[in-house]
């Protein structure tokens, strides 16, 4: 049975980006990939989307920032982040600011894809 939702998948590692867009794929989900946040909002610009999955740490606009912009924009978008880390402040810090700013959950990477497809199974079509 397809899958109803849409999902973009965000993050500037190509490794990364594609493990989870080949899993959420054969979960039965359509899903796009973007490798950084101004991509990302180039892409939500000219499609619809149910779920955005963002990397916290990306160049230009990073995902807090895109978490911010996307609550602003489409206040009902589903946003899950993940993070392993990054320069500009803690795990716990980012973890918190993206729960703040409005994702759903915040997985650290390296993660099981399954526990982001339950996650995403949770969030209701």
Do not use: C
């Not at 500037?12 to 054969?26: H, K, P, W």
């Not at 909002?41 to 606009?61: A, E, K, N």
């Not at 918190?96 to 209701?124: C, N, Q, T, Y």
Request: proline fraction near 4%; charged fraction near 20%; avoid cysteine.
């Amino acid at each position: 049975m397809q899958n109803l939702h849409r999902v973009l998948v965000i993050d500037d590692v190509l490794g990364v980006r594609e493990s989870i867009r080949i899993a959420l794929t054969a979960a039965g989900y359509a899903t796009t990939v973007a490798e950084n946040g101004q991509q990302a909002l180039d892409i939500l610009s000219s499609g619809s989307f149910d779920v955005v999955v963002t990397d916290l740490w990306m160049p230009g606009i990073d995902g807090i920032s895109l978490i911010k912009r996307l609550r602003s924009e489409q206040p009902t978008l589903r946003v899950f982040a993940m993070t392993g880390g990054g320069p500009r402040m803690t795990i716990e810090t980012a973890t918190s600011l993206a729960e703040i700013w409005g994702a759903e959950k915040v997985l650290m990477k390296p993660f099981d894809e399954a526990l982001l497809i339950a996650a995403i199974d949770r969030s209701g079509p």
